[in-house]
């Protein structure tokens, strides 16, 4: 029969009592004392030395996974990159502003302090720091837009119908012959109809900012939520951002290069 648990626990008070006086009155002899002190030094140091080993197999395992990841992050990379491949505009970028301006500065192109500084960007690093904000603004991949602007203006050259005094990155409103497209009155607006316009084409969902895209309205949402399908020629409704031969494409070539570059 159990025994009600209150005199259970009287008689385990008790029992230590018990025990406790007869270790000091020397009823258990040194020896077994000594004994029992050493095993439990024994299985301390033991249970010690079993952490050490775990903790050191825990960071090899890491390390491992670590570096496998990075690999699978390059193959990922370059298929979502590939002709073949789906690169999302919309997501969280994956680049930071130091790696976009690197990217530029590798172009061997010169960046054009004097005529953005007068629209708010006097150096490259301003001019990516604003990209990576008004990005993240709107859930647009900061890397995508980007690169799409330096396909657009030849590395911030320009020379086609827009001038650089527009602070148009991305050929907004041109439709060719000369015509030279919206016009913005700085750096930041001309990037954030850019990135207005992208997620026109990448969703139905509604911009987070005060709209300056004056053709958002235009768009065909949800049309185009690939790089691969902002040329029109490539797109499986035959909508995009442009009509030129692999469009899309080429951004996607040039995120390849950018971000297989910076895992490298």
């Not at 952490?51 to 825990?58: F, G, I, L, S």
């Not at 193959?75 to 502003?97: D, H, L, R």
């Not at 469009?247 to 570059?261: E, R, S, T, W």
């Amino acid at each position: 029969m159990k025994l009600p648990i209150y005199i259970e626990a009287a008689m385990g008070v008790f029992l230590v009592v018990i025990l406790a006086m007869a270790g000091k009155n020397g009823m258990i002899p040194q020896n077994q004392k000594n004994n029992v002190m050493k095993q439990s030094e024994t299985e301390q140091k033991s249970d010690s030395d079993m952490q050490n080993e775990k903790e050191a197999v825990a960071e090899e395992a890491t390390d491992s996974i670590e570096e496998v990841a990075q690999t699978d992050s390059a193959a990922i990379t370059a298929q979502m990159c590939s002709p073949a491949g789906q690169y999302p505009v919309m997501g969280e970028s994956v680049v930071t502003v130091d790696e976009l301006a690197d990217y530029f500065n590798q172009s061997g192109y010169e960046y054009p302090s004097e005529e953005l500084a007068k629209g708010g960007a006097d150096t490259i690093e301003t001019f990516c720091q604003i990209y990576c904000e008004e990005a993240e603004a709107e859930d647009i991949r900061a890397e995508v837009a980007f690169t799409q602007a330096m396909k657009e203006t030849g590395f911030l050259q320009f020379g086609g119908d827009v001038s650089i005094e527009q602070f148009n990155f991305a050929g907004i409103g041109t439709t060719g012959g000369g015509v030279p497209g919206n016009s913005y009155p700085d750096v930041r607006t001309g990037v954030r109809a850019q990135i207005q316009h992208l997620k026109a084409y990448a969703t139905d969902e509604p911009l987070n900012q005060t709209c300056v895209d004056n053709r958002y309205e235009y768009v065909k949402k949800a049309s185009a939520p690939y790089v691969q399908w902002l040329g029109q020629k490539e797109n499986p409704e035959g909508a995009g951002w442009a009509t030129g031969e692999n469009y899309g494409y080429d951004i996607a070539g040039m995120l390849q290069h950018l971000l297989l570059k910076e895992q490298g």
